[in-house]
């Protein structure tokens, strides 16, 4: 257990140093001249030229990447070219707001999609599991910024349920606090993964279902109530935890989409906003957390299928 984790660490970092070169190669390439953004358009040449080379950035690629490699490893994300602030600081201010909507977008999506797909897959081929499949594949094509569109449509403009914008309060609790106001976020970001949970403990129930434990538990007389609650539900969700463990950064993207659809102050708004202004430290620093959250995520939800099958072992 020890070495593979000491193993998958050491995995891990090489591919954040990947990722980082990959994004710090890309993003330099669009933006090369940071002083011509932070400056203006009107901004003289030599005064383009002492900003960038004040801050280093006329130097070559690879002496900027590894300069900012060992800010990173003082902790030092850099600072905001428009914003005049820490990059640490900023993410730090907007990351509580950002993490308790995506994980009440995830709790949410979990509530609906276990229990769905298990109906599902007891009731295969009846009406309801078409109808739900259906009805998941339209979701599924239906993008997050267009089902905000219809849900601010419906719950705001006709009904008047919602408001259309998400609370402006900076508290991260702020989806329990203010509940009405984070509704329809909430909702529109579940949407978009409770179509794949669903399908996905659906197809695991299905192979479940058919295994030995779950006919001799039905030959003993155990309740169906029983049966799918102690033993289908465990075993057919172990492959779900790996899938919320890599779909982690997938709800930072969708973050990014449903925060500016609803003017919520949180990392997605923030990005967008620096990428308008080509605010480039902002840039990186985001994007590497989804690299973090990916690797993280992976590395987390091994763990959790291993601690919840005692069957499964870990190895390198």
Same mark, same amino acid.
């Given at each position: 257990?020890?070495?593979?984790?000491?193993?998958?660490?050491?995995?891990?970092?090489?591919?954040?140093?990947?990722?980082?070169?990959?994004?710090?190669?890309?993003?330099?390439?669009?933006?090369?001249?940071?002083?011509?953004?932070?400056?203006?358009?009107?901004?003289?040449?030599?005064?383009?030229?002492?900003?960038?080379?004040?801050?280093?950035?006329?130097?070559?690629?690879?002496?900027?990447?590894?300069?900012?490699?060992?800010?990173?490893?003082?902790?030092?994300?850099?600072?905001?070219?428009?914003?005049?602030?820490?990059?640490?600081?900023?993410?730090?201010?907007?990351?509580?707001?950002?993490?308790?909507?995506?994980?009440?977008?995830?709790?949410?999506?979990?509530?609906?999609?276990?229990?769905?797909?298990?109906?599902?897959?007891?009731?295969?081929?009846?009406?309801?599991?078409?109808?739900?499949?259906?009805?998941?594949?339209?979701?599924?094509?239906?993008?997050?910024?267009?089902?905000?569109?219809?849900?601010?449509?419906?719950?705001?403009?006709?009904?008047?349920?919602?408001?259309?914008?998400?609370?402006?309060?900076?508290?991260?609790?702020?989806?329990?606090?203010?509940?009405?106001?984070?509704?329809?976020?909430?909702?529109?970001?579940?949407?978009?993964?409770?179509?794949?949970?669903?399908?996905?403990?659906?197809?695991?129930?299905?192979?479940?279902?058919?295994?030995?434990?779950?006919?001799?538990?039905?030959?003993?007389?155990?309740?169906?109530?029983?049966?799918?609650?102690?033993?289908?539900?465990?075993?057919?969700? !172990?492959? =779900?935890?790996? &899938?919320?463990?890599?779909?982690? %950064?997938?709800? *930072? $993207?969708?973050? /990014? #989409?449903?925060?500016? @659809?609803?003017?919520?102050?949180?990392?997605?708004? !923030?990005? =967008?906003?620096? &990428?308008?202004?080509?605010?480039? %430290?902002?840039? *990186? $620093?985001?994007? /590497? #957390?989804?690299?973090? @959250?990916?690797?993280?995520?992976?590395?987390?939800?091994?763990? =959790?299928?291993?601690?919840?099958?005692?069957?499964?072992?870990?190895?390198?």
């Amino acid at each position: 257990m020890a070495r593979y984790l000491l193993h998958r660490l050491v995995v891990s970092v090489l591919v954040l140093l990947g990722i980082s070169a990959v994004v710090f190669l890309l993003l330099h390439t669009v933006s090369a001249s940071p002083g011509r953004i932070v400056l203006g358009q009107r901004a003289s040449p030599q005064a383009v030229a002492a900003f960038n080379h004040d801050h280093g950035f006329d130097r070559s690629l690879i002496t900027q990447y590894l300069s900012y490699l060992g800010q990173l490893l003082h902790g030092d994300l850099g600072r905001s070219y428009t914003l005049n602030e820490n990059v640490g600081t900023l993410l730090a201010q907007n990351s509580g707001r950002s993490a308790m909507l995506s994980a009440a977008g995830m709790l949410l999506a979990l509530a609906v999609a276990v229990p769905l797909g298990i109906l599902q897959a007891v009731r295969r081929n009846s009406i309801a599991d078409r109808a739900a499949t259906a009805a998941s594949y339209v979701l599924y094509a239906t993008t997050s910024f267009l089902l905000g569109l219809l849900l601010i449509a419906v719950f705001s403009q006709t009904l008047q349920i919602f408001p259309a914008e998400a609370s402006q309060s900076h508290s991260p609790w702020v989806v329990f606090t203010d509940p009405r106001a984070m509704a329809l976020p909430v909702i529109t970001l579940a949407c978009g993964s409770v179509t794949v949970f669903a399908q996905y403990q659906r197809s695991s129930a299905l192979d479940q279902l058919g295994q030995d434990y779950i006919r001799v538990a039905r030959a003993k007389g155990l309740p169906e109530r029983l049966i799918l609650l102690r033993h289908l539900l465990r075993n057919s969700s !172990l492959p =779900l935890i790996t &899938l919320v463990g890599t779909l982690v %950064p997938t709800v *930072l $993207a969708g973050n /990014l #989409i449903v925060e500016s @659809l609803f003017n919520y102050p949180g990392l997605g708004l !923030l990005f =967008l906003n620096s &990428l308008q202004r080509e605010d480039y %430290p902002l840039l *990186l $620093a985001y994007t /590497l #957390i989804g690299g973090f @959250l990916t690797v993280a995520g992976s590395f987390l939800a091994d763990i =959790l299928v291993a601690a919840a099958d005692r069957r499964i072992e870990l190895r390198k």
